[in-house]
C-alpha cells in the first residue's frame, strides 16, 4: 500500500519545538500506525515563521485563528509584543509544503496558537477555537485532526 503524505505538527514526533523547547510526542504504538499508512511530513509553523525556541508563550488577542484571518485577532506575547506578522509566514510556508506534496490530511497540537484544533489560549483562558495553521487548511478542505484524539 502506498503512504500518501500527512502533516503532522513536528512536537507530536519528538522534535523539541514547543515555545518551552520540548516535545510532546504521541506514543510510539500511535506513531508507528501512524508511518505505516502516511507519509509523515513534520513540520512546526511557529518555526517556519522565524521564530525561536525557546520563545515566549503567545496566545490570541480578539479572537483565533479564524478571527485572525480576516483580521479579528492578534497573537500577542506575555509581554504585549505583536509576532502575528511570524504566524502569518508560519502559515504561509506549511501551504507551501500542502500545495507542493498534495497534502489532503493533517494531525496537528491541539492548544498552540499554530495547530490548536478544537482549543487555543485566548486572553488568559483556554477556549474552544482553532489555532492560524488549522484554519487556514480546514478552510482549503483538508482534514484536520487533534493529536488528543489518537
Known amino acids: 500500500m ?8 513536528a512536537c507530536l514526533v519528538g522534535v523539541e519545538c514547543r515555545y518551552d523547547a520540548t516535545h510532546r510526542a504521541l506514543a510510539r504504538e500511535v506513531l508507528e500506525k501512524l508511518r505505516s499508512r502516511y507519509l509523515l511530513v ?3 509553523p511557529e518555526q517556519l515563521g522565524g521564530l525561536p525556541t525557546p520563545r515566549d508563550p503567545v496566545q490570541f488577542y ?10 479579528r485577532a492578534r497573537l500577542l506575547t506575555q509581554q504585549g509584543g505583536d509576532i502575528s506578522p511570524a504566524f502569518l509566514k508560519g502559515a504561509e510556508e506549511v501551504l507551501k509544503l500542502v ?15 499554530s ?11 483556554l477556549v474552544r477555537g482553532m489555532g492560524v495553521v488549522t484554519a487556514v487548511l480546514t478552510s482549503r478542505g483538508l482534514e484536520v485532526l487533534s493529536g488528543d484524539d489518537l
Open 2 to 9: 502506498e503512504r500518501v503524505p500527512c502533516l503532522i505538527s
Open 42 to 44: 513534520p513540520v512546526c
Open 62 to 71: 480578539g479572537g483565533d485563528g479564524k478571527a485572525f484571518w480576516v483580521g
Open 99 to 113: 500545495h507542493l506534496l498534495d497534502i489532503k490530511v493533517a494531525i496537528l497540537k491541539e492548544k498552540s496558537p
Open 115 to 125: 495547530c490548536g484544533v478544537s482549543l487555543v489560549y485566548r486572553e488568559g483562558k
